[in-house]
C-alpha cells in the first residue's frame, strides 16, 4: 500500500472519529436539554403554594405493638376448656404488655366465647395502652379513630388540602377514609398522593 492510500485511510478514520465525537442534534437542542431552572420553579410554585399537605404519619402514636393469641390456650387449638383456660391466664406473665399497644386474637377457627376475651383484656388493663380484639390493621384503625375524631381542621378551611400517600409506617387504609371525611368538611378541595402527582378527591361547589 503506498502512502496515497494510507494518508487516505488516516482521513477517512479521523473523519469517523470526529463524527462520533460531535454532539448529537438532540443534545445541541435545546428543546431536548433537562431544563433544571424550570425543574426548580416548579418546586419553588408547590413549596410557595396555598396547597397544605396533610400527612397522617405525623399522628402516628408511637409505642409498641404487641399480639396476644390465645389460641395456644386452647385445649388442641379448638376447645376452651374452661379450668385449664383459666390456668392460662393465671400463670401468664402480664407485666410483658407494659406500656404496650395490644391486638387480641384468636387464630384457629375455634369458637370462642366472649367472657374469655374479656377475662383477658381485663388482666391486660393495668399494664397494656389499648387492647383491642381484632389484627394489627385493627388496632391502628383503633388508635387513629379518635386522633382524627378531634382533629382540629381550622386551618384547612377555604384551602386545597392533599392527602399524602406512600406512607413508611403502618397507616391503616381506614385512617385515610376517616382523614378525608373531616377534612372535606372544611376544605376547598381535597386530594391524596404528592404534590407533584395527584389525584383530585373533592372539591367544594361554588
Known amino acids: 500500500m503506498d502512502n496515497t492510500c494510507k494518508s ?3 482521513t477517512d478514520a479521523e473523519r469517523s472519529r470526529s463524527v462520533l465525537l460531535k454532539p448529537s442534534q438532540f443534545e445541541k437542542d435545546s428543546r431536548f436539554r433537562r431544563n433544571d ?9 408547590v413549596a410557595h403554594s396555598k396547597l397544605i399537605t396533610f400527612n ?14 390465645i389460641a395456644d390456650w386452647l385445649y388442641e387449638g379448638f376447645i ?30 375455634a369458637i370462642v ?26 388496632l391502628e384503625t383503633a388508635l387513629y379513630q379518635p386522633i382524627l375524631e378531634q382533629l382540629d381542621v381550622t386551618e384547612f378551611t377555604d384551602k386545597p388540602v392533599i392527602i399524602k400517600g406512600c406512607s413508611h409506617k403502618p397507616v391503616p387504609e381506614n385512617a385515610y377514609l376517616m382523614a378525608v371525611a373531616r377534612i372535606q368538611e372544611v376544605a376547598k378541595s381535597v386530594m391524596y398522593g404528592e404534590a407533584c402527582s395527584s389525584v383530585p378527591l373533592f372539591k367544594r361547589k361554588k
Open 80 to 109: 376452651l376448656r374452661e379450668k385449664e383456660f383459666r390456668a392460662h391466664v393465671e400463670a401468664h406473665d402480664w407485666t410483658a404488655y407494659q406500656d404496650a399497644y395490644i391486638a387480641l386474637q384468636c387464630s384457629s377457627d
Open 56 to 69: 397522617l404519619e405525623d399522628y402516628y402514636p408511637e409505642g409498641e405493638r404487641k399480639v396476644l393469641d
Open 113 to 138: 366465647p366472649g367472657w374469655a376475651f374479656m377475662l383477658v383484656a381485663s388482666k391486660l388493663q393495668p399494664y397494656a395502652k389499648k387492647v383491642v380484639q381484632g389484627s394489627l390493621q385493627d
Open 37 to 45: 431552572n424550570m425543574e426548580d420553579e416548579i418546586i419553588n410554585r
Open 8 to 10: 487516505k485511510n488516516q
